[in-house]
């Protein structure tokens, strides 16, 4: 395995248990869901989840929203996202390669990007910034989610892990699981490649060298707090 898209699209244990993907992916839909009524949405706005994974709360956001587009790297996410989503008429999926058929330029009310900067290059986040920026409405916004700072390290992350899993009823599981990581893929992964971390001020030059103007977003979307969310629109 060499790249992270390959991880992502064969099995892994990321999650470690069914109550935490389910948790996650009920607070990524809460965020989502936020940002839809920050931004004064309606039931018309189009919103585009990228790198969306399994999006379990789907039809949650789908109901709030005109159309939902739910993009992933990984072939494996998208074909089981059609397979279980697919009645969902005003849903469409897309790799990133075929996103342009999903989403026309320029008909983006939203677009929300969790928990993958870090596993993308500078280069790599530098032209993705501008494709978001082709595919916004001059009026969308662009949310980018759980960026890393340079100093966080892995503790805030374990720390995160095990109150999540207090609070929400897996703690045995999240124990038994960072055991596991210790000695898996993604660790393994994680120590070869690394993950791209960001500073604050760092994120805002890079927004605004994309044509963007942006503003950090209190809170952090998802289930890590100490990391850090973004807001932008085209400048």
Not at 185 to 204: I, N, Q, V
Request: charged letters at 20%; a negative charge; glycine letters at 8%.
């Amino acid at each position: 395995m060499a790249d992270w898209r390959s991880f992502w699209d064969g099995e892994h244990a990321i999650y470690v248990s069914d109550r935490h993907k389910a948790v996650h992916y009920a607070a990524i839909a809460d965020g989502i869901l936020d940002h839809v009524r920050l931004a004064g949405l309606g039931s018309e706005a189009t919103v585009l989840d990228y790198a969306c994974g399994e999006a379990l709360e789907t039809p949650r956001v789908a109901a709030a929203v005109g159309k939902l587009v739910l993009c992933d790297g990984a072939p494996s996410v998208v074909a089981k996202l059609r397979e279980r989503f697919g009645s969902l008429g005003h849903v469409a999926f897309a790799l990133p390669e075929d996103l342009d058929a999903a989403l026309p330029d320029g008909t983006a009310d939203l677009i929300v990007v969790s928990s993958l900067i870090q596993y993308l290059s500078r280069e790599d986040l530098v032209a993705l910034l501008g494709r978001f920026r082709a595919k916004l409405k001059p009026s969308g916004r662009l949310v980018i989610a759980d960026v890393i700072p340079p100093d966080a390290g892995i503790l805030p992350d374990v720390l995160s892990l095990l109150r999540n899993a207090l609070r929400d009823g897996y703690l045995p599981a999240a124990v038994a699981g960072l055991v596991a990581t210790a000695v898996s893929p993604y660790r393994k992964l994680r120590s070869e490649l690394g993950l791209s971390t960001y500073a604050e001020a760092d994120m805002l030059a890079l927004f605004a060298g994309a044509g963007f103007q942006a503003a950090r977003h209190e809170p952090n979307l998802g289930l890590t707090p100490h990391r850090m969310t973004f807001v932008a629109r085209p400048a």
